[in-house]
């Protein structure tokens, strides 16, 4: 058998992605408390304001003015899927769609044709840190699927598959499937047993693009194997980011990196004695065609940007009807999500307002 390691590289920012995906910007931020305003309750004095990516003192402001995060801004032609692990993001379209999301819940975005969208992230405890922990990878669309309209899915947190594995001497392996069948998840999207289905027109929709998005987390010392990929072609990056040191296919890994794997063939993870690992692991047959970019918009050919370029300075993807370029949803941490057509949605967990519709209008505010 072939070494199951193609290539380690160190972590930068953004993480550097394969075919089919883009890139991963992964953002950990140790916010303080709250000003009650929903920015930070300490001096900005000494940041790029609208340009602070400094992680002093251990967080940014991001694009953010007042509250950290990306007010409104472009995309087209590709997905987002962002991964929130602590803390909340308020998301707000050109489309009309609002949501509050956090604490486990994954939103996945279909660009296609074009959307503008903010993603804020309101600090809500006045009295203690607000930390925030987040993936958003960036997954290419197909040529033909460039132009469909613009959609968003939410994965509630209680609602993605998880799973448990215990080696023999009874340490654990957490692994939670945003995307790809693994182990005992292993049904038809979207069907009892397996992972929940992601957009029509995903990329990960296809039956043999074989994307997968998954997070594992290892206690210390434990073992566990990372099953060889179901279709050919695939291509398969292990993320580590958290944790020590983990041995890979035998090979000692001492440092946070990006490794990419040969996703034809199983290979054994076993963490470090000392302290728990976590993992991201992306996979997906590669789309293969010309990638044209150009900052938020991700086409074939740079034709398709210059188009692109002049139909957002034309239509703004359907304008902007919020009040002010940063919208943020109220001091209520209730997780929700309102649709285009007005449709609401929360945790099944969550209580459930009587009068939906006129909860959401109240609790979306800027």
């Known amino acids: 058998m072939t070494d199951p390691i ?29 000003n009650g305003a929903m920015g930070p309750a300490v001096s900005l004095e000494g940041r790029a304001i609208g340009q602070d990516f400094s992680r002093k003192d251990g967080w940014s402001m991001y694009h953010g003015e007042d509250i950290p ?24 379209d050109s489309l009309g769609a609002a ?5 486990g819940d994954v939103q996945w975005v279909t660009a296609g044709a074009g959307i503008v969208h ?15 922990e987040l993936f958003q990878i960036w997954l290419n ?12 899915t939410m994965f509630w947190a209680e609602d993605i598959p998880r799973f448990t594995a215990t080696d023999d001497a009874g340490r654990t392996t957490d692994v939670a499937c945003v995307a790809g069948r ?21 990329w990960a929709a296809q039956d043999d693009a074989d994307v997968a998005i998954w ?21 398969r990056s292990l993320y580590f980011f958290k ?20 996703a034809d063939q199983a290979v054994e993870l076993v963490n470090g004695d000392d302290v728990v690992s976590e993992f991201l692991v992306l996979q997906g047959r590669p789309i293969a065609e010309p990638v044209a970019q150009y900052g938020p918009f991700v086409m074939n050919t740079r034709a398709e940007i210059e188009q692109a370029m002049a139909d957002y300075r034309r239509t703004r993807f359907g304008g902007w009807p919020w009040a002010d370029e940063a919208p943020v949803h109220g001091t209520d941490p209730a997780r929700f999500a309102r649709h285009p057509d007005g449709r609401e949605e929360r945790p099944a967990t969550a209580p459930q307002a009587t009068a939906p519709q006129a909860t959401a209008d109240a609790a979306i505010s800027g």
């Open 182 to 202: 693994i182990g005992p998840i292993d049904a038809a999207p979207g069907t009892a047993g397996g992972p929940l289905a992601p957009p029509p027109d995903s």
């Open 6 to 34: 193609v290539q380690i590289k160190p972590l930068g920012f953004p993480w550097e992605t394969l075919d089919p995906f883009l890139f991963c910007a992964y953002h950990d931020d140790a916010y303080p408390a709250g």
């Open 215 to 235: 997070t594992i987390r290892m206690a210390p010392g434990a073992r566990w194997t990372l099953p060889a990929a179901q279709g050919r072609g695939t291509r």
């Open 141 to 152: 669309l197909p040529a033909r699927h460039k132009m469909v309209a613009p959609h968003f």
């Open 118 to 132: 903010s993603e804020m992230f309101p600090l809500l405890d006045a009295k203690a840190p607000n930390p925030l």
């Open 243 to 262: 944790g020590a040191s983990v041995t890979v296919g035998g090979r000692a890994v001492t440092r946070h990196a990006a490794i990419e794997l040969r």
């Open 99 to 103: 949501a509050r999301f956090g604490g």
């Open 69 to 92: 995060g990306f007010p409104g801004h472009p995309h087209r032609g590709f997905e987002t899927v962002t991964i929130v692990r602590k803390g909340l993001i308020d998301h707000a």
